[in-house]
């Protein structure tokens, strides 16, 4: 990896404009952005008119903070979520922060000679795909490759920088095996990681064509899980569930 940055503060900025559900006095438009790298999300609404007290929930209809104001910053250490709602005089608007879910399997290790060894990770509108090396292109828009390496009888995942076919569009990091509901700031990441089976890693997704070495509005955070993973024919098989925060871009939280 070229770079461990830890930089202070970041912005991200993803728009969502949502229906509402509800009797009450209006909806509203939310405007969601991950402030200091990624760890927190600052809401902004619209007004409405004759409402003058709002209400931010969770998914569960909690109720987080009554603000007399349309600005409020959700704090990441004091709890992450996958959806949150603006009570505006009751009727709900809803911003969905769930992750993105898909998955790849029977991948193997680079060391086999058939089957798929590659996983491609579209980012623009999120979709994640088995391929072989020859369908490996470094110069697609949104896009990241990682690979199933056997590193001397150990397992790893490698983003497409830590082999010989160059430098994507999303370079992929990996964290080392973990859990919880947020990613790691910058500073936590590798482009080669040791895995096992049942592992959780999550990913930066850092945008190389704009911003690369910095987090910044281009880029994504989610997770890698082995589901499987197994010694095959002196190499390994493995099956992977992708998890891509891809609602609001530059955010690292990842509730499942």
């Known amino acids: 990896m070229k770079r461990f940055l830890f930089i202070l503060p970041i912005f991200a900025l993803g728009v969502i404009s949502t229906g509402c559900n509800g009797e009450g006095s209006g909806n509203v438009e939310i405007t969601a952005e991950a402030i200091n790298s990624g760890a927190d999300l600052q809401l902004t609404w619209t007004s409405v008119e004759n409402v003058s007290t709002y209400k931010i929930l969770d998914e569960n209809q909690n109720v987080i903070a009554e603000v007399n104001d349309t600005t409020y910053t959700l704090k990441g250490d004091s709890g992450v979520y996958k959806m949150i709602y603006i009570d505006a005089g009751g009727t709900k608007t809803s911003l969905d922060l769930t992750p993105w879910e898909g998955s790849v399997s029977d ?145 690292r939280w990842l509730k499942l």
């Open 107 to 251: 991948i193997v290790s680079h060391d086999i000679l058939s089957g798929n060894s590659w996983v491609k990770i579209d980012f623009s509108a999120p979709s994640v795909t088995a391929i072989q090396q020859s369908d490996v292109d470094v110069n697609a828009a949104e896009t990241g490759y990682f690979i199933l390496y056997n590193n001397g009888g150990t397992p790893q995942i490698r983003d497409v920088s830590a082999t010989d076919e160059g430098m994507a569009k999303m370079e992929l990091a990996f964290t080392d095996n973990t859990s919880g509901e947020m990613a790691p700031p910058p500073g936590n990441y590798n482009t080669a990681r040791d895995i096992a089976d049942n592992g959780f890693y999550f990913f930066w997704a850092d945008n190389t064509s704009t911003g690369y070495g910095e987090m910044d509005g281009n880029d994504y955070f989610g997770a890698v899980k082995v589901t499987n993973l197994s010694s095959s024919g002196g190499g390994y098989t493995a099956d992977f569930t992708i998890y891509i925060q891809h609602k609001v871009k530059g955010l």
